[in-house]
């Protein structure tokens, strides 16, 4: 499992000082019941299986947190933005998932990942040249940054830069970087960001300006970015956000594909949600899971946030349910 720096785990999505992805409330325990769950009827019992699949989320509990290139507004010229376009052009969530699979299973560095990636799907091709100069990539301290890093450096080369990628480390550093321009571009997650500009601004309790709508996430992106003179090119269709994931054993046994399937068939004693100790009141994990979609759990698991201990959960049949990343290299099919 890649180390994350995204979570956010403030009950109205306020972030971290490493700028964490948007989680999950106070501890539970494995197998206790779930704090105001109120779940009934029969429930369904974990099923074990190797292959994990994400559950549709159709009614938008999540924030939109796509991919999307940031960089120093001094530095963002039409052709430098073209060329970090053609990125989030080429990505969708499915291909970002074999790239982190590429790196976190296959154990390709994401050098050589990113490349695989850019033959195999064009990604230089049509690039205009802008006018040169050297281009300083900065990336986070987990595998999938420095891998769209990667990617941003094919793709400035090709325009006719000078590339360097850096590895920075939390949002906290590499942001005031960007701000300043000792690195000019950093692939960054659309409401997770945000969330990041709003609290800074307006303090860690201040509500929330991204939302499951995309665009206009990205609008009060840009509007905060401009204030910090930071750009923001074309978000890519991938995402990297909190999901649920079950296993195709336990899919395909209750025809379930979606979080509203699984509420109206699976809520009860049986079913059993896991995630990390602070996911039960959290507006983003089981709280959102009970007022968006009344889905009711029977007990809870405390685990981790999308790590190896929920995985292994609901692999071996002790999880119904778990709470991952949607981009996650162990949901690659096959």
Known sequence: MRA???????????LTAAGFLTGCGDAGSSGTEAPQSGASGAGCAPVAGDQLVVLTDDKKLQNSDNIIPAVNAKAATPELIAALDKVSAALDTPKLIQLNKAVDVDRKTSKVAAEEFASANNLTQGIARGAGGTVVVGAGNFAESQTLAELYRIALTAAGYQVKVQQI?????????????????????????????????????????????????????????????????????????????????????????????????????????????????????????????????GSFSSLDAGGPQTKNALKTGSASVGLVLSSDGALAAG
């Open 169 to 297: 480390g939390n949002r906290e550093l590499y942001e005031p970087a960007l701000e300043k321009g000792q690195i000019q571009v950093v692939p960054e997650y659309a409401a997770t960001m945000a969330e990041f500009f709003n609290t800074k601004a307006n303090g860690k309790d201040a509500p929330p300006v991204s939302s499951p709508e995309l665009e206009k996430t990205v609008t009060a992106l840009k509007a905060a970015g401009e204030k910090a003179g930071i750009a923001f090119g074309t978000p890519s269709a991938a995402q990297d956000q909190n999901a649920f994931a079950v296993t195709r054993a336990f899919a395909d046994k209750h025809g379930v594909g979606t979080l509203s399937e699984l509420a109206a068939k699976c809520s009860g004693t049986a079913t059993v949600l896991a995630g990390p100790p602070e996911c039960p009141q959290r507006p983003k994990c089981q709280a959102g899971l009970v007022e968006v979609y009344d889905f009711r759990a």
């Open 4 to 14: 994350r720096t995204r979570l956010a785990l403030g009950a109205v999505g306020a």
